[in-house]
């Protein structure tokens, strides 16, 4: 399945990136697969992501781990602003 994510970051896209770049083994262990991740034009506070996850069920026991939790902290994520929406499967292939 598809999830559209948004987080406020406080720390810069780089930051953000080094920590999920350092994270990249837990995530395949579990099946979350970043497919896209970008801040807004004009507010770079503002992270938008896509993800690809075997369920939203997998994808809030890895928000809700107190070590992940940490690690998204240090690198500047507003974590009560994270807001995840679960997406039908794709009507089209670009």
Same mark, same amino acid.
């Given at each position: 399945?598809?999830?559209? !994510?948004?987080? &406020?970051? &406080?720390? !810069? /896209?780089?930051?953000?990136?080094?920590? %999920?770049? =350092? =994270?990249?083994?837990?995530?395949?262990?579990?099946? +979350?697969?970043?497919? /896209?991740? @970008?801040?807004? @034009?004009?507010?770079? &506070?503002? +992270?938008? %992501?896509?993800?690809? %996850?075997? $369920?939203?069920?997998? #994808?809030?026991?890895? $928000? &809700?781990?107190?070590?992940?939790?940490?690690? *998204?902290? $240090?690198? !500047?994520? +507003?974590?009560?602003?994270?807001?995840? %929406?679960? +997406? #039908?499967?794709? *009507?089209?292939?670009?």
């Amino acid at each position: 399945m598809y999830i559209y !994510g948004t987080v &406020t970051i &406080t720390k !810069g /896209f780089q930051v953000w990136k080094d920590m %999920v770049d =350092s =994270s990249k083994e837990e995530m395949e262990k579990v099946g +979350l697969k970043m497919l /896209f991740a @970008a801040t807004e @034009a004009n507010d770079d &506070t503002q +992270l938008h %992501v896509i993800m690809e %996850v075997e $369920s939203m069920e997998v #994808a809030k026991n890895i $928000s &809700t781990d107190p070590e992940i939790i940490e690690r *998204r902290r $240090s690198a !500047g994520v +507003l974590v009560e602003t994270t807001k995840m %929406v679960p +997406l #039908a499967e794709p *009507r089209i292939e670009l």
